[in-house]
């Protein structure tokens, strides 16, 4: 098949039992494992620079130190992590079995389940689609990729690195539209790992149930970042336009809304233009900031913006554009603020993913927490301040996919702890040895010595059998 050609529905199936029929005759042991991951990192590795173009053409222009960083390092970081810990994630962990079955022994094998679907997004469409893969086969899985039709150069970079790396029968990758999607859900995996919206999530997740399929959704939502009456509004300012602008806003963790004290909006304000102003001083010259990926994005970022004005709040550009009309056909959206904006605005309804930031006051750290609690459950919330009472309390009164204290994203970059959503924002987690148990079977295995006391144990249960129950009874 010709490597750039989508992948016709009716190979989807033959595919997978492929891949199957492999890890049946041959399960990947520790030494598989690791060379798959060696291999795989040392040809993803020298295609680095191929990688950031394939990625700006899907996007426009995308700033490459942006994807290296996003779609590079982070994929290199989580393949050296697995490497340095596999051997003891896959160590059978010994488990006690109590005086009452005493003198057996019990462990729990980590096993791998077969073959993982994996379903990545457009939003970082390397790093959401090799971290996922790599884990399962660090887990000792095979695995069928369905990356991304948004990022069609992208997802032919990943078919041509993978095939580069690894056989048809161990790695494989299907590229197309919704079509070839919805039939790729529908397909009978030992797990299904999709990362993306809400509502596809939803689509996903009805897919993979008539097989019984087990599904780790990825979603997002709306991420708030809570700033405290004691925060360095500098420092929030530096943070929050990292958070917020890394590949302009197009990123499920990303601030998407922050929650001020009323008094101290002004200066949150003044302190986050000033740190946009500092980063780009012309944003359709710079090489920097990223355009949005597509057409539809583009108009629904800028239908929210059109929204919140007829509806009479207040839309605060931080960076002036010199060719309106250039723009519009680059895709380019400035940074833009919205301040106040209630919950009938469409911006305060839906997860942003662009480069709009609403404003939002708040008179006491109850209403704050009242507010985000009255919402689905964040997949990231972020808190500025250093009252160790007040994150105390934001912890035991909130539930969200991760915390972030004083900084934002930074969690997501650190491979000893999970990841994952909760509620709308998703399900089940990775990264790291979380990912390693994601993609594995945790097999309990008790082992019986030659004579043991629980063999008397039968009918008629009278004498012995009886004095023996009256003691388990205990």
């Not at 006690?96 to 980590?110: C, D, E, I, N, Y």
């Amino acid at each position: 098949m010709d490597i750039a050609a989508d992948t016709p529905t009716n190979e989807l199936a033959p595919t997978l039992e492929s891949l199957r029929r492999a890890w049946l005759r041959k399960r990947p042991d520790f030494a598989q494992r690791r060379d798959d991951l060696k291999r795989l990192r040392a040809a993803f590795h020298g295609r680095l620079e191929e990688m950031a173009r394939a990625v700006s053409d899907d996007f426009g222009h995308r700033s490459s130190h942006e994807t290296l960083l996003a779609d590079g390092m982070t994929v290199l970081v989580e393949i050296d992590h697995m490497l340095a810990n596999l051997r003891s994630w896959m160590r059978p962990r010994r488990r006690g079995v109590g005086w009452r079955l005493w003198p057996a022994s019990a462990r729990v094998h980590h096993v791998p389940v077969g073959v993982v679907g994996v379903i990545s997004p457009w939003n970082y469409p390397v790093n959401l689609a090799l971290v996922p893969l790599a884990t399962a086969i660090a887990a000792g899985n095979h695995v069928y990729l369905k990356p991304s039709e948004h990022t069609p150069r992208t997802s032919r970079f990943l078919r041509e690195l993978l095939s580069e790396v690894f056989p048809a029968d161990r790695v494989a990758v299907a590229l197309g539209g919704p079509e070839v999607a919805s039939a790729f859900s529908a397909l009978p995996f030992d797990h299904l790992f999709f990362t993306g919206s809400t509502p596809v999530g939803r689509k996903v997740m009805a897919a993979a149930a008539p097989n019984l399929t087990p599904v780790t959704l990825e979603l997002g939502g709306k991420s708030p970042a809570i700033v405290g009456e004691d925060a360095s509004m500098d420092v929030v300012a530096a943070r929050i336009a990292t958070g917020k602008l890394l590949n302009a806003g197009q990123t499920c963790i990303a601030p998407d809304y922050v929650l001020v004290p009323h008094a101290r909006r002004d200066a949150f304000v003044q302190a986050l233009r000033r740190e946009v102003q500092s980063r780009y001083t012309d944003i359709q010259a710079t090489p920097d900031y990223t355009r949005i990926v597509n057409q539809g994005q583009y108009e629904r970022l800028r239908g929210y913006l059109d929204d919140a004005v007829a509806r009479g709040y207040e839309v605060v550009p931080l960076l002036p554009l010199g060719d309106a009309a250039q723009a519009q056909d680059d895709r380019l959206l400035p940074p833009t603020l919205v301040i106040e904006p209630g919950d009938d605005a469409l911006v305060m309804q839906e997860e942003i993913f662009g480069p709009i930031l609403p404003v939002k006051t708040y008179r006491s750290f109850d209403e704050a927490i009242d507010y985000i609690n009255a919402h689905d459950r964040p997949l990231a919330l972020y808190h500025f301040g250093h009252d160790r009472a007040r994150v105390d309390q934001l912890l035991e009164r909130t539930v969200s996919g991760g915390v972030c204290i004083n900084d934002t994203l930074l969690h997501y970059a650190c491979s000893n702890l999970p990841f994952g959503g909760i509620g709308a924002s998703g399900m089940g987690q990775y990264h790291g040895y979380e990912g390693f148990l994601t993609f594995t079977k945790a097999m309990p295995v008790l082992r019986q010595v030659r004579w043991t006391v629980t063999d008397r144990l039968r009918p008629p249960y009278t004498g012995l059998p009886a004095r023996i129950i009256q003691f388990l009874l205990r």
